[in-house]
T-cell receptor, first 115, second 118 residues
Framework: AQSVTQLDSHVSVSEGTPVLLRCNYS??????LFWYVQHPNKGLQLLLK??????LVKGINGFEAEFKKSETSFHLTKPSAHMSDAAEYFC?????????????FGTGTRLQVTL | DAGVIQSPRHEVTEMGQEVTLRCKPI?????LFWYRQTMMRGLELLIY????????DSGMPEDRFSAKMPNASFSTLKIQPSEPRDSAVYFC????????????????FGEGSRLTVL
């Protein structure tokens, strides 16, 4: 069975400082991993994905994540936070079950960006 | 391009009433998902369809919930009778290609239907 743990429910950073949102996963197989962002009153939008290619994955809006198998981690980072980055972020692991596939969402990390 | 379209965006109803939520997936996508989001339980998969056929409905809470996909461009999620604990935001998402989410790597979400059951 697969699972995903987002280690922080809430992270607060100042504008212009680095962002680190932590995610650990558990999967029986080689997983595909994703980060999604949800702005207030909006649906989720894909930030980036890892699907067994390069371990350092670059996404939209300057975000990137590194897949570390030895640590079972997929942390999301950004060098410099912007006010518009304030949102909820979800780490997601996928697993193929037969001919289908299933996503497991983390509980989310709310990112607050202050002036 | 039109994204996933959900209606209504907001619904307030009284306990015992029937609620129908609607979703139009992105044209050409062959997989459709219904999720429920609450503060207590986060994002939960209720059911998903592939080529209009329900593949996994193990997340549907109970018999009061039902979902249909009569064609590739329309799906409904119905709650009858509704209860206050059904209050949540319901999201529809779609994706395309063989293998679904693993191959395409992306789910496209609608903006959600916020349901309040009094």
């Amino acid at each position: 069975a697969q699972s995903v743990t987002q280690l922080d429910s809430h992270v607060s950073v100042s504008e212009g400082t680095p962002v680190l949102l932590r995610c650990n996963y558990s999967s029986s197989y080689s997983p595909s991993l994703f980060w999604y962002v949800q702005h207030p009153n909006k649906g989720l939008q894909l930030l980036l994905k890892y699907t067994s290619a390069a371990t350092l994955v670059k996404g939209i809006n300057g975000f990137e994540a590194e897949f570390k198998k030895s640590e079972t981690s997929f942390h999301l980072t950004k060098p410099s936070a912007h006010m518009s980055d304030a949102a909820e972020y979800f780490c997601v692991v996928s697993e193929r079950t037969g001919t289908a596939s299933k996503l497991t969402f983390g509980t989310g990390t709310r990112l607050q960006v202050t002036l | 391009d039109a994204g996933v379209i959900q209606s209504p965006r907001h619904e307030v109803t009284e306990m015992g009433q029937e609620v129908t939520l609607r979703c139009k997936p992105i044209s050409g996508h062959n997989s459709l998902f219904w999720y429920r989001q609450t503060m207590m339980r986060g994002l939960e998969l209720l059911i998903y369809f592939n080529n209009n056929v329900p593949i996994d409905d193990s997340g549907m809470p109970e018999d009061r919930f039902s979902a249909k996909m009569p064609n590739a461009s329309f799906s409904t999620l119905k709650i009858q009778p509704s209860e206050p604990r059904d209050s949540a935001v319901y999201f529809c998402a779609s994706t395309g290609g063989t293998g679904g989410i693993l191959n395409t790597g992306e789910l496209f979400f609608g903006e959600g239907s916020r349901l309040t059951v009094l």
